[in-house]
């Protein structure tokens, strides 16, 4: 009953946010729109019992990358918003009408799985969690099986870190 | 008032909600910062997908690889603000519309 509360309103607090990123005009409010969003976001991981994932979500996304992205939108002061141009009628009538066939493709694959009954695989594939907090489990999964894509991922990081210097450099 | 108790369904339909949300961010907006938002939502979206299954299948895959789906979206974040700044110091714009300089 409680989980159902907590689950109702922050499903909600994530819609009602998650509109206003994308309706809101002014961007530095699309931006604190956004971090709101993550936080609820985290709240919903603790739902699921995901607690590491949820103080990832919280350090990485509402603190590490919002501030990017406020920083970005300090940098470049914008005179005239972008959104003002003309004819961008028809084409965001166009674009509702993409997102709408999205929203009616998902939602039908989620009736027609709903339908059916659970397949043995994913009753088989459940195997007693062992008794260890959340972040232990993780933390154990990521060091051993998935050691190569963690280590891939950091190459990544560092990649990604080199290219975004050289493409914000100031001569290029 | 009785609630339904929350199914793992309950959890899909919202990550299908917001992930549509980011796609009318993707497609309707013109500013390509709010573009990037939308899709920061839309990665979102698939995390809430994935702890939702590990939370119901008893195993914590899921989490790994929502761990790695964020810090890829940390990567594409950093370039592609890093991108939109050197595109905002030649063409002193960020409309979608302005940036067809590539386009066949």
């Known amino acids: 009953m409680l989980e159902s509360i907590v689950f109702y309103t922050l499903a909600a607090l994530i819609i009602g946010f998650g509109v206003l990123v994308v309706t809101t005009r002014n961007t530095v409010h699309c931006v604190l729109f956004l ?21 990832i979500q ?29 004819g961008r009628r028809r ?3 166009a674009g509702f009408a993409l997102a709408a066939v999205m929203l009616a493709e998902i ?7 709903a339908a059916r009954p659970a397949s043995a695989a994913a009753s088989v594939a459940a195997p007693t969690q062992p008794a260890m907090g959340n972040t232990q489990v993780v933390g154990m999964m990521l060091y051993s099986d998935y050691l190569v894509p963690f280590e891939v991922a950091s190459m990544l990081l ?8 050289i493409l914000a450099r100031k001569e290029a | 008032m009785t609630l339904t108790p929350v199914t793992p369904y ?8 917001l992930f549509s949300i980011g796609v009318v961010g993707v497609m309707v907006r013109r500013n390509i910062i709010i573009i990037l938002m939308s899709i920061e939502l839309m990665l979102n979206a698939v995390n809430i997908n994935l702890a939702a299954f590990s939370y119901q299948l008893h195993n914590a895959v899921g989490q790994v690889f929502a761990i790695f789906i964020i810090a890829v979206a940390a990567a594409e ?7 939109i700044l050197a595109f905002f110091r030649n063409k ?9 300089t590539m386009r066949w």
Not at chain 1, 107 to 113: H, K, M, Q, T, W
Not at chain 2, 94 to 100: C, F, H, Q, R
């Open chain 2, 77 to 83: 974040a950093a370039v592609g603000l890093g991108i």
């Open chain 1, 107 to 113: 939602s039908a694959i989620l009736v027609f799985s």
């Open chain 1, 158 to 165: 560092l990649v990604a870190m080199v290219g975004a210097i």
């Open chain 1, 35 to 55: 971090v709101a969003n993550f936080l609820c976001v985290a709240m919903v991981y603790v739902l699921l019992a995901a607690e590491f994932l949820a103080i």
């Open chain 1, 58 to 86: 919280i350090l990485v996304y509402a603190g590490g990358i919002v501030v990017l992205y406020l920083f970005v939108v300090m940098l470049v002061n914008l005179q005239r918003p972008p959104d003002a141009s003309s």
């Open chain 2, 92 to 100: 002193e714009t960020l409309n979608v519309d302005d940036m067809n």
């Open chain 1, 91 to 93: 084409q965001s009538s």
């Open chain 2, 10 to 17: 309950h959890y899909l339909v919202l990550s299908a909600a």
